[in-house]
């Protein structure tokens, strides 16, 4: 019952900077893992970070590391994704994704997360 809402999309020129929040409308995500996704047009969705909630270990996508970070705010259960130095691939709908927490977690994978937002577009120029 999980459900999650995606904000802070919008134009940017690359090399600037977007937040991107997601608040989840369950009691708790204690025990959970958050994902960032990713698709752009006629591309698969693609892993870009996820975190365990209550560790706030953090995972990122090659392509993304030392320029986006993912954090978490307990009080307002809600997620975001700071994204700098933006360049024109990162061009896509970003979509926050939530499951339980399981051993074994597979954070890379979409079929991973049973909770989806509807997606925030981000569009980078040149």
């Known amino acids: 019952q999980v459900r999650l809402v995606e904000s802070g999309g919008g134009l940017v020129q690359a090399g600037g900077s977007l937040r991107l929040s997601c608040a989840a409308s369950?009691?708790?995500?204690?025990?959970?893992?958050m994902g960032w996704f990713r698709q752009a047009p006629g591309k698969e969705r693609a892993f870009v970070a996820a975190m365990t909630w209550s560790a706030s270990d953090t995972f990122y996508a090659d392509s993304v590391k030392g320029r986006f970070t993912m954090s978490r705010d307990n009080a307002k259960n809600t997620v975001y994704l700071q994204m700098n130095s933006l360049k024109v691939e990162d061009t896509a709908v970003y979509y926050c994704?939530?499951?339980?927490?399981?051993?074994?977690?597979?954070?890379?994978?979409?079929?991973?997360?049973?909770?989806w937002g509807q997606g925030t577009q981000v569009t980078v120029s040149s």
């Open positions: 994704a939530a499951d339980r927490l399981r051993s074994g977690w597979g954070y890379m994978r979409s079929n991973e997360y049973g909770y």
């Open positions: 369950t009691r708790t995500l204690s025990g959970y893992a």
